[in-house]
Nanobody, 118 residues
């Protein structure tokens, strides 16, 4: 059983910062990609950023230069540092772990709300 537990969401004013964390536990392959997705009301779930074990990252154009993804492989934890937040960043943010070997399992966290509003 794989669990992804997110933390760090909340309410922040435009221009502010938040840091999300996601800790993975259970049995999964170390050869994986971890990332963050978000879903605003009435919209589909979209990629925010991903990072592989070796550190290679990928970002959505809308967050480049503002968000930074990182991971601590020893702790099986991924982080998302969000700076210069905008109202359009408001969404539920979901942590994801996708195995790159074996059965290519895909796991999701329960989501954490991020609200950017004055």
């Amino acid at each position: 059983q794989v669990q992804l537990v997110e933390s760090g969401g909340g309410l922040v004013q435009p221009g502010g910062s938040l840091r999300l964390s996601c800790a993975a536990s259970g049995n999964f392959f170390n050869y994986n990609v971890m990332g963050w997705y978000r879903q605003a009301p009435g919209k589909q779930r979209d990629l925010v950023a991903t990072i592989v074990r070796g550190g290679l990252t990928n970002y959505a154009d809308s967050v480049k230069g503002r968000f930074t993804i990182s991971r601590d492989n020893a702790k099986n934890t991924v982080y998302l540092q969000m700076n210069s937040l905008k109202p359009e960043d408001t969404a539920v943010y979901y942590c994801n772990l996708r195995e790159l070997v074996g059965l290519l399992q895909n796991y999701w966290g329960q989501g954490t709300q991020v609200t950017v509003s004055s």
